[in-house]
């Protein structure tokens, strides 16, 4: 049997054989595999590493009508890393931070986890399932009907610097197809990019729907931060 190939798994991708997303993510990590550049990777530890993102709960987003995917950056590796005590499978365990977090209403081994961005989705999700200002019921049940996505499944750090970036937009350009491919299998009738926009807008990805373009949630207040959601469609 011959090797395969990047070309090879670019055919798959591009073919009608992926359904779903497991059958994406294992030929997105075997070409993660197969990089010879490391200038998409912020370390060369973190070169073949995987994180898997998507539905929160699939059967929720399936019986939803609006269907909100949330598009951020990359996740945050370097606590793994930095900490001597993790093993390998508890980082494995923690591909799907989020996706924990929510179902966990905010805590993970007894700590309150979600920080600026669980804060802000769950207020900006009541929004916009009541098309209205909310913040009464800030229950974390309410994001169990999204989805949420990294551009990149590598990971990085807590905060991008110039080189940072630059690398992201690399990982984007190179990775482009399979970035399409998950959204085409999610199917998202609203996209909201937080502090995406312009890597995916570098980059050519088509997002299927106009997407809703806001900063990162770890900027700005909670209430500024749905003002914003409200200011941005009015504009689409």
Same mark, same amino acid.
């Given at each position: 049997?011959?090797?395969?190939?990047?070309?090879?798994? $670019?055919?798959?991708? #591009?073919?009608?054989?992926?359904? %779903?997303?497991?059958?994406?993510?294992?030929?997105?990590?075997?070409?993660?595999?197969?990089?010879?550049?490391?200038?998409?990777? #912020?370390?060369?530890?973190?070169? /073949?590493?995987?994180?898997?993102?998507?539905?929160?709960?699939?059967?929720?987003? &399936?019986? %939803? /009508?609006?269907?909100?995917?949330?598009?951020?950056?990359?996740? &945050?590796?370097?606590?793994?890393?930095? &900490?001597?005590?993790?093993? $390998?499978?508890?980082?494995?365990? /923690?591909?799907?931070?989020?996706?924990?977090?929510?179902?966990?209403?905010?805590?993970?081994?007894?700590?309150?986890?979600?920080?600026?961005?669980?804060?802000?989705?769950?207020?900006?999700?009541?929004?916009?399932?009541?098309?209205?200002?909310?913040?009464?019921?800030?229950?974390?049940?309410?994001?169990?009907?999204?989805?949420?996505?990294?551009?990149?499944?590598?990971?990085?750090?807590?905060?991008?610097? #110039? /080189?940072?970036?630059?690398? +992201?937009?690399?990982?984007?350009?190179?990775?482009?197809?399979?970035?399409?491919? $998950?959204?085409?299998?999610?199917?998202?009738?609203?996209?909201?990019?937080?502090?995406?926009?312009?890597?995916?807008?570098?980059?050519?990805?088509? +997002?299927?729907?106009?997407?809703?373009?806001?900063?990162?949630?770890?900027?700005?207040? &909670?209430?500024?931060?749905?003002?914003?959601?409200?200011n941005s469609i009015n504009k689409i």
């Amino acid at each position: 049997m011959n090797a395969i190939t990047w070309d090879n798994i $670019e055919e798959i991708v #591009k073919s009608d054989e992926i359904k %779903t997303l497991p059958e994406l993510f294992f030929w997105w990590r075997e070409a993660h595999k197969l990089e010879c550049d490391d200038s998409t990777a #912020k370390y060369r530890e973190y070169k /073949d590493e995987f994180a898997e993102d998507g539905y929160i709960c699939e059967n929720e987003w &399936n019986n %939803t /009508d609006k269907k909100v995917l949330y598009i951020l950056k990359e996740p &945050n590796w370097e606590g793994y890393t930095s &900490n001597k005590n993790k093993q $390998e499978n508890d980082k494995k365990d /923690d591909m799907f931070w989020f996706r924990k977090v929510v179902l966990n209403k905010g805590k993970l081994d007894g700590k309150t986890q979600g920080g600026h961005i669980g804060s802000k989705l769950r207020r900006l999700q009541r929004a916009i399932d009541k098309d209205e200002y909310d913040f009464n019921n800030l229950n974390w049940d309410v994001l169990r009907k999204t989805a949420y996505m990294n551009l990149s499944k590598r990971g990085g750090g807590s905060h991008l610097c #110039k /080189d940072d970036k630059e690398r +992201l937009h690399k990982y984007c350009e190179k990775y482009k197809l399979f970035i399409e491919e $998950e959204i085409k299998i999610l199917k998202p009738t609203i996209i909201v990019c937080c502090g995406t926009f312009d890597f995916i807008d570098k980059a050519g990805i088509n +997002l299927i729907v106009k997407p809703v373009k806001l900063p990162h949630p770890s900027r700005g207040s &909670n209430k500024g931060f749905v003002e914003m959601y409200f200011n941005s469609i009015n504009k689409i």
